[in-house]
């Protein structure tokens, strides 16, 4: 059953966020295409200012549902009806805050731009309407939790699709008739609102528990620990938050906002990826809590190296795919223009390979509620991204900025995650992780030279070219990990599941 929702949250998921990636980068072409590159820019930046702003929320979440699965485990209705009220409680106090703290800082807006666009009109009422649009996604969307913490994240996925898909094309259609961003921005605070009232109804009908009104108390201890949680969860998330939503910004202030405007391309790229793979993971957490809970020591050990073989080929592919595939893809799309000079493109996939490998360790250090032991390494890695992406960023443009988020990757995080997921939660040292990672980069090093070796042998050009390049990076990257690892038992494991999946697809 928990490899089974696994699976149905992963599909759907990704069925869903590939409608989504797909209209919504329709949208940013018209965007760009009827509005210009300031207004794409401009986009960029407040969406990640926005994020930032809405860090307080991040850490709610995981100690909420860390502190369910329990109760949902045990069917424990009268724990689970006090979580579900402090829950909303903290929800709604966050969005009072986000948007409190969002108006104290329009009059601050020139600060994070270098030079003020002087043909956009209304900016701090468009700043105001992305503080709005954070603040109302709180009042509703909490009960989204119980429905991850249940394995039915499915759920949550597809009325996100729908409610996005409908938005992009009244976006697009607003651009095309009226070419006014205030409206366009209307139809999103619109779109978030109905979507999180949907999910509160969908969570509603499928766990009538939700509507209950009556009143129970958690126990000193449960609340302490949730209280412990959100404060370590906010910890972490506030270095996840720096390390990936804070540039844009960076090179707003340092560099302009034009330049902002040929990064978020790539961003938009490095994002939609990021967003399938980070669903997948959110997808399959409430899976890895459960077996925490009933699994034996050896078969959560041996579930962590299946997912970090299977969090190393996602993102080793995914990351040749942008480096070999990006620029050609955004020529084709925006222009020659806009695309970055090939060392800028290497440090941005290398980034999101940094990133993306720590997912395997994160979702199991999370799915446990290890999350208080290394609160002070999101700290630090915030204040060294933040200093040495604004002092590179002066002297190397975007490039510094993305070797301050490469640094402080490798100097804190890819070593104290590891150790503490290891320490407390494996009891073991992690010297296996370690090799196995330096292993997997030397992999991802070799595929990313000859898929971009053997694509350059290519002469053709235009759309059939870049379709050609396409087959080749779906074939020589693979060939090369399944001639490296095929061997071993995380490759056949995975293998054997795939396999097993479609036959079973295939006999249905």
Known sequence: MRSENSIKNVVVTWIGLAFVAIFGYIERMVLANILGEVYLGLNGLLSNVITV?????????????????????????????????????FY???????????????????????????????????????????SVSYFFSYKAVFIAANQRYYLYSANHAICYVIMYLVQIFVLITTRNFIIFLFVMVATTFIENFRISKIADREYPILKSKEVHHIDEDTKKTIKVNVFASIGHNLGNVVLNSTDNIIISKFVGLVETAYYTNYVLLTATLNTFLNQAFSSIVASIGNLIVEGTEEQKEDAFYLIYFVDFWIYSFCSVALFVLASPFITLTFGSNFILSL???????WNFYAAGMRQACNSFKQAAGLLIQDVHKAYIEAILNLGISIVLAQKLGIMGVLLGTLISIYAVAFWMEPHVLFKYGFKKKPWK????????????????????????????SGIAGFVIDMIVVCIVPNVILLLIWGWTKECRQFLLIMFNIVKKKMIK
């Not at 929320?57 to 109760?71: C, N």
């Not at 689970?80 to 409680?89: C, D, P, S, T, V």
């Not at 090093?445 to 898929?451: E, F, P, Q, V, Y």
Request: hydrophobic share 55%; proline share 5%; glycine share 6%.
């Open 53 to 89: 702003l809405s860090l307080a929320e991040l850490g709610v979440g995981p100690a909420i549902t860390y502190s369910l699965y329990k109760p949902i485990s045990e069917n424990d209705e009268n724990q689970i009806k006090a979580l579900m009220r402090l829950y909303k409680n």
């Open 343 to 349: 060392p800028v493109v290497t440090v941005i996939c």
């Open 433 to 460: 992780y370690y090799g196995l990672y330096l292993l997997y980069f030397l992999t991802y090093g070799i595929m990313s030279a000859l898929t971009y070796w053997t694509v350059s042998m290519i002469s053709i």
């Open 92 to 134: 709604v106090i966050i969005g009072i805050v986000v948007l409190a703290i969002g108006l104290l800082m329009t009059p601050f807006l020139p600060f994070l731009i270098k030079e003020m666009p002087t043909n956009v009109e209304h900016i701090y009422l468009i700043f105001v309407l992305f503080v709005i649009n954070a």
